[in-house]
């Protein structure tokens, strides 16, 4: 049984690092809408990508599924899952 020591390292170090473009755009965030009342902002997608590219970078044959990209399922037995920044439209009106 696999411990994942090495997948909880990636995320954690992922959360921090989008945690920083997240404060870094708090009280001057500007958004755009997807859809109607479903807005994004620039914290939403860099911080996603950020995110993303630690995986892809460390995990090459796990899929992504990410809120503001389309999602990247191969068929593979392990999927991460990512929202950054849950709560887009309170973040917005900060």
Do not use: C, Q
């Not at 460390?58 to 999927?79: A, H, L, P, T, Y």
Request: charged residues 35%; without cysteine.
């Amino acid at each position: 049984m696999s411990s994942y020591i090495k997948e909880f390292e990636i995320a954690k170090k992922a959360a921090f690092k989008a945690a920083g473009v997240i404060k870094k755009y708090f009280s001057k965030t500007k958004y755009s809408l997807k859809s109607r009342a479903n807005p994004v902002t620039k914290a939403d997608i860099e911080s996603e990508n950020i995110i993303k590219n630690l995986i892809i970078k460390n995990f090459k044959e796990d899929s992504i599924i990410s809120e503001e990209s389309d999602m990247n399922i191969k068929d593979k037995k392990r999927v991460w899952l990512i929202d950054p920044l849950d709560g887009t439209v309170n973040y917005a009106h900060s």
